[in-house]
């Protein structure tokens, strides 16, 4: 049907159009954004959204505004400075476009570990008129990224922590079950920098160096036929495998050297050394130890080191569960490990670490023993006594696995509340957390132990070995950080484990540099490539680096 009146229909569309459009054709006072400059270092990484990050050898700092800048404004508006005052004399500033440079001048050095800042102030214009919005200061924390820190400096200013060495006797070696026999040159290396390089203070060994645990259970760890008849005797005969002499006598020489102090402070795998023992070894060496198979050592108020085992409940010492003794139920499980790796003959990954009390503990040793079972394809029998320990830890007579198993079983969690106690553990940590704190990479632990309020003594810096993990981590995470966790790794086999070998920590505080900053910084000790040769050398690699406030 055709419409009566079209041009009336039209007419009405283009009145509702109208009536729909009229209001956004309205005016209104439009809004518009200032436009101000903005500012970066492009050439610097952003930490923790606090402060930018720079290479202490650097030369020159760059500086990227949003627009090209009129170079007339930049005297008085663009300053250097550090903790001493402005530093206007130690550099020039060069620009163009939109960048402008800091140009340090040639007998200037920036110092690693230090604290620098940018301000830039609202007298500075761009070509166009426009300023900041605010002034503004950026906060620059240097970094060095070799080991060999400030060249117009030789005070010793630096610790160097390495930990989980696990050397073995020649029993170990001969077998194919030591975890320590690819790496003695580079640790040779190692502890040649430390004996000759002149920041370094302090070398702390957290843990391990020495390995009585690491034994295949149908082996007698005391063995007279080895002239090993005591724990005394076994470590004597780690110290004096072949394999091991030359790191034995670099340490003596450290000890003894009168310029760095030698520190060492007991682990689980070495939880029976004793402190007559190490310094028959290692004269001159300075032992931390607090009570049976543990310790620890703080350098300043504000930084704590230890090994990492107290708060493991699977291989932490349990004199309780088993009075008179003190070898935890993690023992026994590196145990069945060098079985396995006796008979397969050749290196292989290193089992995880687990277990603690009752229904827990079942679980966690079942998990431990069947993943090894599997792991070397070992046929075991779980209820012969056929774990030798020949006076071990005061034990004579052979255990079967069920039968530690059960001894375990029978009060580890029960005990676990007084155990703690024995064993210095400041917050008391539940059985759950301290079987998995031991698993994971005890950084949780360490800031529930130590960096949370209700600790009852604070730290900001806690280093530990143990998890063969080396770490870098602020706590909490964020620009509002109060500690650092830090974790050395190891220097095992790298096919024993899947994290990087041969690292180590330096920490420098700030209370011996004078600096603004703690800075603990994480190395890896790697083939230098460049060397050549047929007897190449070795060079630390800076992994990670973190600092914070004194």
Request: hydrophobic share 40%; with cysteine; proline share 5%.
């Amino acid at each position: 049907m055709k419409t009566k009146h079209p041009f009336a229909l039209l007419w009405i569309t283009m009145i509702c159009s109208l009536l729909i459009i009229q209001p956004s054709c309205k005016k209104t006072s439009t809004t518009v954004e200032a436009v101000y400059l903005t500012v970066n270092l492009p050439r610097s990484v952003l930490y923790h959204e606090t402060y930018y990050s720079l290479a202490y050898q650097e030369r020159s700092i760059e500086l990227d505004f949003s627009q090209p800048i009129d170079s007339a404004t930049i005297p008085g508006n663009i300053s250097f400075s550090d903790n001493s005052g402005p530093l206007e004399t130690m550099y020039k500033t060069i620009s163009s476009g939109r960048k402008v440079i800091i140009a340090l001048r040639g007998d200037f050095q920036l110092h690693a570990g230090w604290k620098y800042f940018i301000t830039v102030k609202t007298g500075l214009r761009s070509t166009s008129g426009v300023a900041l919005q605010n002034a503004t200061t950026m906060e620059v924390r240097t970094i060095a990224k070799k080991l060999v820190l400030d060249s117009d400096t030789i005070k010793r200013n630096s610790i160097v922590c390495i930990s989980d060495i696990h050397l073995g006797d020649q029993r170990s070696v001969s077998l194919g079950y030591c975890w320590f026999t690819q790496n003695a040159n580079a640790l040779e290396s190692l502890l040649d920098v430390v004996l000759t390089n002149p920041q370094v203070r302090q070398l702390v060994i957290l843990g391990d160096l020495f390995d009585e645990w690491v034994v295949p259970y149908r082996i007698s760890p005391f063995d007279s036929l080895s002239g090993i008849n005591s724990s005394r005797d076994y470590f004597m005969a780690i110290a004096n495998a072949p394999t091991n002499l030359s790191i034995i006598s670099k340490l003596k020489a450290i000890a003894t050297s009168g310029t760095v102090q030698l520190i060492y402070i007991p682990g689980n795998h070495d939880m029976l050394l004793t402190q007559t023992v190490l310094q028959e070894i290692i004269p001159g060496i300075t032992w931390q130890g607090d009570s049976t198979g543990l310790g620890h050592y703080s350098p300043l108020n504000e930084i704590v080191m230890e090994h990492g085992h107290r708060y493991d409940f699977f291989n932490c010492p349990q004199p309780l569960s088993d009075p008179g003794h003190s070898l935890p139920p993690g023992y026994y499980v590196s145990r069945l490990d060098a079985e396995g790796l006796m008979e397969r003959g050749r290196t292989g990954s290193k089992a995880a670490q687990s277990g603690a009390g009752s229904i827990e503990f079942l679980t966690a040793w079942t998990a431990s023993i069947e993943y090894l079972k599997i792991k070397y394809a070992l046929s075991v029998a779980s209820d012969s006594a056929n774990i030798h320990m020949g006076g071990i830890d005061n034990y004579q007579a052979p255990f079967s696995f069920n039968g530690v198993r059960d001894k375990f079983a029978s009060n580890i969690e029960t005990v676990w509340p007084a155990t703690q106690v024995r064993n210095g553990v400041p917050v008391a940590m539940p059985v759950l957390m301290a079987i998995l704190g031991g698993n994971l990479d005890l950084s949780l632990t360490a800031a529930y132990e130590y960096m949370q309020p209700q600790s009852p003594k604070k730290y900001k810096i806690v280093a530990f070995g143990h998890t063969h993990q080396p770490m870098l981590k602020v706590y909490p995470a964020g620009k509002q950080y109060t500690a650092i966790y830090a974790n050395t790794g190891s220097w095992v086999n790298a096919a024993l484990c899947s994290k990087p070998v041969r690292t180590f920590l330096v920490i420098k505080p700030g209370d011996w540099t004078g600096s603004d900053l703690d800075v603990v910084s994480l190395y890896q000790y790697n083939l230098d490539s460049g060397s050549g040769g047929s007897n190449p050398g070795y060079l630390p690699v800076l992994v990670a680096e973190e600092s914070i406030n004194r």
